[in-house]
């Protein structure tokens, strides 16, 4: 079936330190991509999404490119801060649009310290 | 705007009791989801509903668990009875057409 593999955690950082969070995917079809962000105590947000091949989403620094060839869908920020200090979850849906549902990564939690 | 609301934020309860979990979907939005997340089994899919029939339940883990969907602006997930392994943060998310679901702040349940 669908399944996400994400980066083990915890990773933990400095501020103004290089970010990447590995994502790679299995699923038939085209599957939209995305990476949420679950700060403590909240629910997940939307941090950004591609919805075909070689489509880069990005949101506050935060890059993730589709790449079908590899099935990745790796999150990237050049340079972190505290504030960034939060779980990531890299999911994908199975089908392009439409009413369907996520295909969650187990998440990673980021630990930026000043 | 107003996002998805959950209620209560806390519920903490003894082993046998009925725990009732509440969401309010955003306005105008057709497909409701219900999430368990635990440190163990990180985040699960209970079940969804789309224009308030459910889809699929097959993440339910038992017949302890069930969700109703009396109108699009209301859903409800009941444990009943409850059990200390119930114990999680269970989210409500909502979404309209292919955009990203939104996801309420979650209700955190422990189970004594």
């Known amino acids: 079936g669908d399944s996400v593999t994400q980066m083990e955690g915890p990773v933990t950082l400095s501020e103004e330190a290089f970010l990447t969070i590995n994502c790679t995917y299995t699923?038939?079809?085209?599957?939209?991509l995305f990476w949420y962000v679950q700060y403590p105590g909240e629910g997940l947000q939307l941090l950004l999404k591609a919805t075909k091949a070689d489509d880069k989403g990005s949101n506050k620094g935060f890059e993730a490119t589709y790449r079908k060839e590899t099935t990745s869908f790796h999150l990237e920020k050049g340079s972190v801060q505290v504030s960034d200090s939060a779980v990531y979850f890299c999911?994908?849906?199975?089908?392009?649009?439409?009413?369907?549902?996520?295909?969650f990564g187990k998440g990673t939690k980021l630990t930026v310290n000043p | 705007d107003a996002g998805v609301i959950q209620s209560p934020r806390h519920e903490v309860t003894e082993m046998g009791q009925e725990v009732t979990l509440r969401c309010k979907p955003i306005?105008?939005?057709?497909?409701l989801f219900w999430y368990r997340q635990t440190m163990m089994r990180g985040l699960e899919l209970l079940i969804y509903?789309?224009?308030?029939?459910?889809?699929?339940d097959s993440g339910m883990p038992e017949d302890r668990f069930s969700a109703k969907m009396p109108n699009a602006s209301f859903s409800t997930l009941k444990i009943q009875p409850s059990e200390p392994r119930d114990s999680a943060v269970y989210f409500c998310a909502s979404q309209t057409g292919n955009q990203p679901q939104h996801f309420g702040d979650g209700t955190r349940l422990s189970i004594l």
């Open positions: 509903f789309n224009n308030n029939v459910p889809i699929d």
């Open positions: 699923a038939t079809g085209y599957p939209s």
């Open positions: 306005s105008g939005h057709n497909s």
């Open positions: 999911a994908l849906v199975p089908t392009q649009g439409g009413s369907e549902k996520l295909v």
